[in-house]
């Protein structure tokens, strides 16, 4: 079997930043994730099966800026591409993943946008998320001209959804929330309700899973096991036993480069604050009026205590 998206991810760049944050956007947007995010988001998709909706996301996932050989396994990512929505005038946004999926019993093509975010505080953001979501479905909405449809026939416009997986909520801020379009009759004889389900922004909070029970929502449930820092083996006996996941070679791997991710992260973390304190002792000593070969016979180095006299020196 080849590898598929959720295996290859994991073998990345080792930065421990960044790194980490787009190994979490390749491992989402992998069709076994995928699916599962549809079946418990959008309506349409509830009642199917996970092996027919991975069948129903196309071949268009996009994701970051580096194209990808085609004709992986469809459990993988297909192919992806930086997706850049440019429209003249109004300047450049880019999204983390973006895909197409078809519900073919009744026609419909998704546009689909999906989002991973540290946060939804407003005060951390410096915006309301709502308003982002707002933004971006609108933009999904008006670059469909010349693309979806031409000149005025508006009614093929194709259904967009937006969605974000907020992390980082407290023990009880597990929910799902849904922005959506609603027609109201304010005066005379109730119209339908043609169009409201056009546009739709789904935003997922999941919480960090250390110390936490497991949420009641499976989405969640699952979302929070697969970023969590779970040792590697028991996040794949979670993933195969409670989900389904089938692990392939390309998943497995990937799995194993997250955690190695988490664990440089928490080692590099470690590692600054022992530093930090160093610094801080030798500060304390110089201020003390200890002499050089004092503050070595303690174990620190010449080349910590210039560092500190630079800045002490700098800060004068």
């Not at 991810?9 to 599962?36: F, P, V």
């Not at 951390?124 to 998320?129: A, C, D, S």
């Not at 043609?194 to 546009?199: H, P, Q």
Request: proline share 2%.
């Amino acid at each position: 079997m080849p590898d598929t998206n959720l295996a290859q991810a994991i073998e990345a760049t080792n930065d421990a930043g960044s790194a980490y944050d787009t190994n979490i956007k390749y491992l989402l947007a992998d069709k076994q994730i995928l699916a599962r995010i549809l079946k418990y988001t959008i309506k349409e998709f509830q009642d199917m099966e996970i092996p027919d909706i991975i069948n129903s996301i196309g071949d268009d996932i996009e994701i970051e800026s580096r194209p990808v050989d085609p004709g992986l396994s469809n459990l993988g990512q297909v192919k992806r591409t930086d997706t850049e929505d440019n429209v003249p005038g109004e300047g450049k946004i880019f999204y983390d993943i973006r895909f197409t999926a078809y519900h073919l019993q009744d026609e419909i093509k998704f546009l689909i946008n999906l989002e991973a975010q540290k946060s939804s505080d407003p005060k951390k953001l410096g915006y309301h998320l709502e308003n982002r979501i707002v933004f971006y479905l609108a933009r999904m909405i008006s670059a469909q001209k010349q693309t979806e449809f031409f000149h005025s026939d508006y009614d093929s416009l194709k259904r967009v959804r937006s969605i974000w997986i907020c992390q980082g909520n407290e023990e009880n801020g597990d929910s799902i929330e849904e922005i959506s379009l609603d027609k109201k009759t304010v005066y005379g004889n109730p119209e339908s309700t043609y169009g409201t389900d056009l546009v739709k922004g789904i935003i997922i909070n999941i919480r960090n899973r250390e110390n936490v029970k497991s949420s009641q929502n499976i989405l969640i449930s699952m979302l929070e096991d697969l970023i969590s820092q779970t040792d590697i083996e028991q996040k794949k006996r979670i993933l195969t036993e409670e989900y389904g996941m089938i692990m392939t070679t390309e998943l497995e791997g990937r799995i194993q480069t997250m955690c190695n991710w988490s664990e440089n992260i928490r080692d590099m973390a470690i590692q600054k604050g022992i530093e930090e304190e160093r610094l801080n002792a030798i500060e304390r000593m110089l201020r003390a009026n200890a002499t050089k070969e004092q503050i070595i016979s303690f174990g620190y180095t010449e080349e910590e205590i210039a560092t500190v006299e630079n800045a002490l020196l700098i800060n004068s």
